[in-house]
């Protein structure tokens, strides 16, 4: 074994394996994977080797093309067959909501060039006779689906990348990890030690052991999963391969495995491996079965396809492989850790592994991951995903594999963890809560306790009426929202404005102002929205998405100077509350000494006040649209200032108002969000955030890639479109239709009370923003014409927050 490498990847299982290969191909050709037995010893060598193209993060969808694709180009480099079958397959309905649900997946596809049909259950029944009909409403049929031998792929990516320059290590595995003060890292093995520049950290089923070594808790949890494989069958003598299949309902899939079929199911009552600590002696063995705990999903299975149940069980296979909470991988940096990188959690390891291998490589090579991998990105999680709380939830999410997530269902799992100190007195209210980040917000609020309850439905629902009496109340009254759920960052020091001007797009304020600034790569695409809020001379406050907190502050870690200014987030000392609507001012005025006038407070004004006796940070700023002022208060205060408030607020008819009036009332003022408008795939002026783009300012990190988009580089362009629909809105990735063809996609939809509208945002490509006429938007399954704005829908100049 070598003693250095650039890079050294922990694992040789398919995803290491790909890993090597990427990094060969973006020319590093220095890397040395270190296996603990054979290639394959993990989760790999017993996988069903299924893969598919669909998933619901349209970003995660490409990658899986590109892995499928893939497999071509590794068999012609290795000369190892990757086993490829590609038979199709077909997904199954069993209910009138399933419909809906691959309705909704075939128009997602619709943009990403997937050529998914629906087809009636007579069609489906030609396509997979083992199926008996009458258990089915419709289905969807996908052609590129199929299967792989899990051998053959991990192979053939290993002797591509050893062709490409890369060293592979057998029976060694890596005991520690050792940092050095310049960021490398001592890699010591059973087989002596390697200084390595860059660690990967593909250990898969031990790759919570892998995080250990350097102090890392990493949010996966391995679950034992059962296929059976039936006796031959004689139905499928003489025949074409059969497909493979999903059977919702049932929650099974299916396909052809020689002379008999293979048929898994991720059953309800699935059962963790190795909870806490997984043995290092665990080889290429498998776990005992437990037929019993599947045989509610057998017993359907046999329903559905009758001829299974006659073909007996030849063999059962339950292994063990890892997932995270929400189930899609965790690929990237680790904030904190110099050069340390993971790429684990990947369930679906013959779909994905390409393309997190792919995107990894390309992260470690060029700085950048060159595609939108933010669904995938180990930064989306924080300290909240304790062992306990990935357990809870990445068992939620097995058991849940084949449902339907409706947009307005919140899940129940690890619930509630987080909570502010008013929780109660919302809950009081009948407040419905959502779980952001692990942390209870209030979503809406129903007349009583009975109705405080989501009827789920990909269409408008019980919440519909309440929302909109919201609405009415922040347009004609006074709302109270809670804030508390953003990521929050102190930045103090002399070096603090200049740093700030470097890292964000848009000019720093002066003290007692705010700015709102986009954050740009150096590829200049958007990778953050702030509210900058300026204290004093050296102290800012510092406002942006909880949910992206991590990964912001590996970025700003990465570009701190060595002295001079400090980034402390803050999310939890500081919770919020907000007040909006024309009697906002008057509410307010009524518990502060200071003037609020707009002469005195104007638009973008903030300052330390006493509201009441409550010291708090008083900023002017909406994002309801309407006059509006937020509050941010250290935790102790919080109850006392709701108490205020409401009781104030009483003469100025305030009512509480949730996340979901927030969603519409920003819709309807065209006002973008992180990881829906915002992603690093959208440029700011694509995004329409140019007016916060401070091209005057000599330098900041993104300037000249800002200025080639500026100057006629962007593609695309944000649309706001008032949608000719009467029971069901947009809620985001629908594509967007000119003349019939699909052009673009939807970010967020949702109906705008203030206007009554159905209204949607999303990107079109810039020669189509003149359009007036010809667009459509694709809601489960129907088109309806969609109508282009030309600026918000609600108040365009922006008079109502200014006045
Ligand atoms: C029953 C079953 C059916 C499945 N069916 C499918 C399917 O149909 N389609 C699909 O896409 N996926 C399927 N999967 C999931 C698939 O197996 C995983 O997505 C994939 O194997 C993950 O690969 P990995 O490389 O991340 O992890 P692993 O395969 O676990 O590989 C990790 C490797 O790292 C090595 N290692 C760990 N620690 C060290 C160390 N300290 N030093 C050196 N080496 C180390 C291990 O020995 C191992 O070889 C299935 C899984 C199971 C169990």
């Known amino acids: 074994m070598k003693s250095h490498a650039r890079a050294v990847v922990i694992g040789g299982g398919v995803v290491g394996a790909s890993v090597l290969y990427h990094l060969t191909k973006a020319g590093w050709k220095d890397v040395l994977l270190i296996e603990r037995a054979e290639l394959t010893s993990g989760s790999t060598w017993h996988a069903a080797g299924g893969m598919h193209t669909v998933n619901g993060d349209p970003n995660v969808a490409k990658l899986q093309q590109y892995t499928i694709k893939l497999y071509q180009e590794i068999e012609r480099i290795s000369g190892q067959s990757c086993g490829v079958h590609i038979t199709g397959g077909i997904m199954l309905a069993g209910t009138r909501e399933r419909l809906d649900w691959l309705k909704m997946a075939k128009a997602r596809g619709r943009y990403l060039g997937m050529e998914l049909e629906l087809i009636s259950v007579d069609e489906a029944a030609r396509l997979f006779p083992l ?143 190795s909870e806490t600590e997984t043995p290092w002696d665990f080889g290429q063995d498998l776990l005992p079965n437990d037929l019993e705990r599947i045989a509610p999903s057998l017993e359907i299975g046999f329903e559905h396809f009758p001829s299974l149940g006659e073909a007996g069980i030849k063999k059962v296979v339950n292994g063990p492989f890892t997932f995270a909470p929400d189930g899609n991988p965790l690929i990237g940096p680790v904030r904190g850790l110099k050069n340390y990188w993971v790429a684990c959690g990947v369930m679906a390891g013959f779909s994905q592994g390409g393309g997190v291998g792919l995107s990894l490589a390309q992260w470690m090579v060029d700085g950048d991951p060159g595609a939108d991998v933010w669904a995938m990105d180990v930064a989306r999680y924080g300290d909240w995903t304790t062992l306990k709380y990935t357990n809870a939830k990445v068992r939620e999410n097995y058991s849940r594999r084949f449902s339907i997530r409706f947009p307005n269902e919140e899940l129940t799992a690890a619930r509630p963890l987080r909570t502010t100190p008013i929780y109660e007195k919302l809950a009081a209210q009948h407040a419905v809560f959502g779980d952001y980040c692990g942390l209870e917000h209030p979503l809406w609020f129903a007349p009583t306790a009975a109705e405080a309850l989501d009827h789920v439905s990909f269409r408008r629902s019980n919440s519909h009426p309440h929302v909109g009496a919201e609405c009415a109340a922040v347009q004609q009254a006074a709302g109270l ?310 600026g918000a829908p609600l108040d365009p100049a922006g008079r109502l927050m200014r006045q």
């Open 131 to 273: 199926m008996d009909k009458k258990h089915f409403a419709g289905a969807m049929y996908d052609p590129i689906e199929g299967h792989v031998d899990p051998y053959g792929v991990t192979h053939a990516y290993a002797k591509s990348a050893q062709i490409g320059g890369a060293e592979i290590v057998r029976q060694t595995r890596v005991t520690d990890l050792k940092a050095r003060p310049d960021g490398t890292w001592d890699v010591i093995t059973t087989s002596g030690n390697v200084h390595a520049e860059h660690v990967v950290n593909a250990a898969g089923l031990w790759a919570r052991e892998v995080g250990r070594m350097v102090g890392l808790e990493l949010p996966v949890l391995a679950m034992e999963h059962q296929y059976l494989i039936t006796g031959d069958m004689p139905e499928l003598v003489g025949r074409q391969e059969q497909m493979h299949c999903i059977d919702f309902e049932g929650e099974i899939y299916l396909r052809q495995e020689r002379g008999g079929m293979l048929m898994g199911t991720y059953e309800r009552a699935g059962v963790p491996w």
């Open 481 to 790: 929202l809670e804030i508390s759920n953003y990521g929050k960052f102190e930045i103090r020091g002399p070096g603090a404005a200049e740093w700030l001007s470097r890292i964000m797009a848009n000019r720093v304020p002066a003290v007692g102002r705010i700015a709102l600034t986009p954050m740009l790569n150096e590829r200049g695409k958007l990778i953050g929205d702030f509210t900058i809020c300026r204290v004093a001379a050296e102290h800012f406050f510092l406002i942006g998405t909880y949910a992206a907190e991590v990964y912001y502050l590996r970025w700003f870690e990465r570009h701190l100077p060595p002295s001079g200014v400090t980034v402390r987030p803050c999310a939890m000392e500081y919770v919020g509350l907000s007040v909006a609507g024309p009697n906002s001012r008057a509410l307010l005025q009524t518990l502060v000494r200071e003037d609020l006038s707009t002469a005195a407070f104007p638009f973008l004004s903030f300052r330390r006040m006493d509201v009441g006796m409550v010291p708090a940070y008083v900023g002017r700023v909406s994002f309801t649209g309407e006059l509006g002022y937020e509050m941010w208060i250290t935790t102790d205060y919080q109850r006392a200032l709701y108490d205020l408030l409401v009781a104030a607020g009483r003469e100025f008819g305030l009512q509480c108002f949730g996340g979901r009036a927030l969603n519409a009332m920003r819709i309807e003022k065209s006002f973008g969000t992180w990881a829906r408008e915002y992603r690093p795939i959208y440029g700011p002026f694509e995004a329409g955030l140019g007016r916060f783009v401070d091209l005057k300012k000599d330098d900041f990190i993104g300037r000249s890639a800002a200025l080639e988009e500026q100057a006629g580089g962007d593609k695309l362009k944000l649309m706001t479109f008032v949608i000719d629909t009467t029971d069901a809105d947009a809620l985001g990735d629908e594509p967007i239709l000119h003349e019939g063809r699909a052009v673009g996609w939807v970010t967020s939809g949702a109906y705008g009370h203030r206007v009554r509208q159905s209204l949607a945002l999303g990107y079109v490509p810039k020669e189509l923003a003149g359009a007036d006429a010809g667009f459509e938007i694709e809601i489960i399954g129907e088109r309806h014409r969609a109508i282009p704005q030309t």
